[in-house]
């Protein structure tokens, strides 16, 4: 699931170009766009997990819930701390 900052912007971005003929070939350029701002976004951030967001979210296998996936990701950093400090 994109964030819901990318996800007001795309929204935003097929508002602007609603007046376009071929509506379906700009939602997808948008889409594209999207997946481009969030994998900056991405590569500023925990790159080290997850190095390609658009292979991340078109994966044919289960399904992409951003709020678990970031969950477990933080209790899979959180495990790896070492016990003692």
Known sequence: ?????????ERAQRYKRRN???EERVAKEIRVET???????W??????????????TSRKHGTVEFIYDTIS?????????????
């Open 73 to 85: 990701i933080k209790i899979r950093l959180f495990r790896s701390l070492p016990t003692k400090i």
């Open 20 to 22: 376009k003929k071929d």
């Open 35 to 41: 997946l481009n701002k969030w994998q900056e976004e």
């Open 1 to 9: 699931m994109i964030p819901s900052h990318f996800l007001a912007w």
């Open 43 to 56: 590569n500023n951030g925990i790159r080290k997990l997850i190095q390609d967001v658009k292979a991340w």
